[in-house]
């Protein structure tokens, strides 16, 4: 008998870990994007133009954290911020046209 129930116990755990992770995912699905799609695309455009004053991980070095500024801003104001700047420190044309239309899309699905 335990050889039974151990063995449904780690058959179980198995089905729990196969089930797990989905969680971003579905998020990203209810909102009707693919974001993983979008990154792949902007990431490296971010990467190269971006990356010196927002970080990384987004989290803001020498500019704002944009790590949830799509709770802030719409798609379209990101990227007339990216286009034409924004105070003194965000220089507008950094990138220009379908480039700055995906970074836009990109950082307007994190919120």
Same mark, same amino acid.
């Given at each position: 008998?335990? #050889?039974?129930?151990?063995?449904?116990?780690?058959?179980?755990?198995?089905? *729990?870990?196969?089930?797990?992770?989905?969680?971003? !995912? /579905?998020?990203? +699905? !209810?909102?009707?994007?693919?974001?993983?799609?979008?990154?792949?695309?902007?990431?490296?455009?971010? !990467? +190269?133009?971006?990356? +010196?004053?927002?970080? +990384?991980? *987004?989290?803001?070095? =020498?500019?704002?954290?944009?790590? #949830? &500024?799509?709770? #802030?801003?719409?798609?379209? @104001?990101? /990227? @007339?911020?990216?286009? !034409?700047?924004?105070?003194?420190?965000?220089? =507008? =044309?950094?990138?220009?046209?379908?480039?700055?239309?995906? &970074?836009? /899309?990109?950082?307007?699905?994190? #919120?």
């Amino acid at each position: 008998m335990p #050889k039974k129930l151990f063995s449904f116990f780690i058959l179980f755990m198995l089905a *729990l870990a196969a089930c797990g992770g989905g969680e971003e !995912e /579905e998020t990203n +699905q !209810e909102n009707g994007a693919d974001t993983s799609a979008i990154e792949a695309q902007a990431r490296p455009i971010y !990467e +190269q133009n971006c990356l +010196q004053c927002h970080g +990384q991980n *987004l989290e803001g070095t =020498g500019g704002p954290s944009l790590q #949830k &500024v799509g709770s #802030k801003y719409s798609q379209a @104001e990101i /990227e @007339e911020i990216i286009l !034409e700047g924004k105070g003194t420190n965000m220089p =507008g =044309g950094l990138i220009q046209g379908d480039e700055a239309a995906a &970074v836009a /899309e990109w950082l307007s699905t994190l #919120k």
